[in-house]
């Protein structure tokens, strides 16, 4: 195979890939750029290599492959068969679906971001009725300490007149 080309990389797959070990990372990677990308090609989103080879072009025993490989099964990254292994989602990687995948992605942050401007009203509006029944409760407040001045003083007067 061929190793000439390039890949398309998404900045969201940091924030994807952020459980991976650093084994599962460098094989998604490795499997990604090995995957057979001619899409007139009978193995078209393959990878055909032996765990052999792939373990000798990473420097990797076989055993510990099996285990890699078998945790990224898990974790739904890739699937497998008898000689071959398939990258899941690979397509959005190949630079023509890239700006079609990035417009994408783009439109749900734009829908995530307006849905939290409509949330934001609501929240000021639920802020703005507690400090009006704070300022509710210290009118009260200040209304009742008011009321008990205006009666000592009442009381003090009286006194004063009974006094003379």
């Given at each position: 195979?061929k190793k000439a080309g390039f890949l398309a990389m998404h900045r969201e797959?940091?924030?994807?890939?952020?459980?991976?070990?650093?084994?599962?990372?460098?094989?998604?990677?490795?499997?990604?750029?090995?995957?057979?990308?001619?899409i007139s090609h009978k193995n078209y989103g393959l990878v055909k290599m032996?765990?052999?080879?792939?373990?000798?072009?990473?420097?990797?025993?076989?055993?510990?492959?099996?285990?890699?490989?078998?945790?990224?099964?898990?974790k739904g990254y890739i699937q497998k068969a008898r000689r071959e292994i398939?990258?899941?989602?690979?397509?959005?990687?190949?630079?023509?679906?890239?700006?079609?995948?990035?417009?994408?992605?783009?439109?749900?942050?734009?829908?995530?971001?307006?849905?939290?401007?409509?949330?934001?009203?609501?929240?000021?509006?639920?802020?703005?009725?507690?400090?009006?029944?704070?300022?509710?409760?210290?009118?009260?407040?200040?209304?009742?300490?008011?009321?008990?001045?205006?009666?000592?003083?009442?009381?003090?007067?009286?006194?004063?007149?009974?006094?003379?």
């Open positions: 195979m797959d940091i924030e994807l890939d952020r459980h991976l070990s650093d084994s599962e990372m460098r094989l998604k990677y490795f499997l990604l750029m090995m995957t057979d990308w001619g032996s765990y052999e080879e792939i373990g000798g072009e990473i420097g990797w025993k076989k055993s510990k492959l099996c285990g890699v490989v078998n945790s990224l099964v898990k398939k990258v899941i989602n690979f397509e959005k990687y190949l630079w023509k679906n890239a700006k079609q995948h990035h417009k994408k992605v783009r439109e749900i942050e734009q829908r995530v971001r307006d849905s939290e401007q409509i949330v934001q009203p609501n929240e000021l509006n639920v802020q703005n009725n507690e400090q009006k029944d704070t300022v509710q409760t210290s009118n009260y407040l200040s209304k009742e300490t008011i009321n008990k001045n205006k009666e000592n003083l009442i009381k003090k007067m009286d006194m004063s007149n009974l006094l003379k």
